[in-house]
Structures are given as C-alpha cells and as structure tokens.
C-alpha cells in the first residue's frame, strides 16, 4: 500500500533563527517535508521551480525582493502552490496587498508552533488561514474600500452566475468565518466548502481569499 503525499514545504524567511526552527519543526512531522529554505526572494520562481513545494511560508519584509513581490511573481508561474504570509506586523493595508499579490493566508511569527502547523496544512486543503486578528484587520480594511463606480451606477449587481449555496458560502466569507466554520454552520463536509469556493473563484475570475471578498464588497455581490 501506497503511504500518502507528505506536504512539501519551503520558507523564505531573511532570519536565520527562524529558518532553523521551522525546518526542525516540520522535519519532524510525519505528514510533510522540509523541501528549501532561503534567506531571500530574488530568485523566488527558479527556487520554487527546483523545490516544488505544496505551501510556502513566506516573510513579508526581506531585503531587496519583498515577500508580496515574491507571491506575485511565484502565483503567476505556479498558480496552485499555497503561500502563507508570516510576519510580525498586522499592517491593514501590507495584509490586503499580500492576499491581492496570491497568498492564501496570513500568519503573525508570534503565533505558536502549533498555528503554523495547523495553517500549513489547512492551505494544503485549499483554506485560506488567518490569524484572528488578521482576519478582523482584514475585513475592516476592506469594508472601507469604495464601493466600485460600475456598482455604485446600477441597480442590479453584477450577475457571475454564483449558486444561492455559493453567495452563502461568500458572504460567510464576507463575514470572516473560516472554511471550517462555514462547514460546522452549514453542516457540510470541509471539502465541499473548499469545493464552492474554488468554484466561487472561478465565476468572480479571482485566485485568492482577498480578492473575492474585495470584489463581493466591491460590486456589492452579496
């Protein structure tokens, strides 16, 4: 019998420290591997090219290359790769810039082993993890944003074609629940969340959390 995938994990991360306690962390779990770490961004796709990990745990300030330039660059040669944001700053509008570039979720470094773990694993399954106070930030920043002209001027909402499970399951994420949250109040399984959600993405045209629920917000979707 065939033993399951382990999660490839990379971190770039300028910090040696750092670098060295995740790559202990993770070697010793049995369900991922320690696949690269670098102290930089500037060579980012060719790196993730050669490693070609799952999830990416990503510092947001390094020197030269920024890690929300660093997502940019790798979303657009490897769109499937899950990258989490880690840092030790809860920035508004660096957390909004992050999730718009591609990253799939945003982690403070002063969270516990126990958190990064749990969040490299759920952006594995397609979630999108955030801390708390991330997640409060985030919706505050994007609740502000101008509601766009196009929307403003009509009286109806764009139509992407979005299910009436599907503009529940945003608006859920409008709100801030999680993808386990929104299975635990919908009563459905984890991965039929992720499953509306990918296909939420595909009608709004969007590749990442931040940019669906800027847009719903945005148009006034939901």
């Known amino acids: 019998m065939a033993s399951e995938k382990k999660i490839r994990v990379v971190v770039f991360d300028d910090n ?4 060295k306690s995740l790559r202990y962390l993770i070697g010793m779990l049995p369900d991922m591997d320690f696949v690269g770490e670098y102290e930089d961004a500037q ?3 060719v790196e993730v090219k050669k490693s ?3 999830v990416i745990l990503m510092d947001i ?3 030269g290359v920024t890690g929300i330039e660093a997502v940019s660059e790798i979303k657009k040669a490897f769109p499937e790769i899950s990258i989490l944001m880690q840092t030790i700053f809860d920035d508004e509008a660096m957390i909004f810039d992050a999730l718009k570039a591609g990253a799939s979720g945003y982690l403070l470094k002063k969270g516990t ?3 990064v773990i749990e969040g490299v694993r759920e952006a594995y399954q397609g979630g ?3 801390s708390p106070a991330i997640a409060s930030k985030v919706l505050s920043f994007f609740r502000n944003m101008p509601v766009s002209a196009t929307a403003a001027e009509e ?3 764009p139509d992407y074609g979005l299910t009436a499970r599907q503009k529940e399951i945003l608006t859920e994420l409008v709100n801030g629940s999680s993808y386990k949250m929104i299975a635990a109040t919908m009563n459905i399984s984890y991965n039929t969340v992720n499953t509306h959600i990918r296909h939420v993405y595909e009608k709004l045209h969007v590749h990442s959390l931040g940019e669906a629920v800027a847009k719903a917000l945005k148009e006034r979707i939901v």
């Open 155 to 157: 009286s109806d909402t």
């Open 43 to 45: 060579n980012a796709v």
């Open 128 to 130: 999108a993890p955030m």
């Open 52 to 54: 070609k990990p799952d």
């Open 113 to 115: 082993p126990e958190k």
């Open 61 to 63: 300030e390094m020197p």
């Open 16 to 19: 040696e420290e750092r670098r």
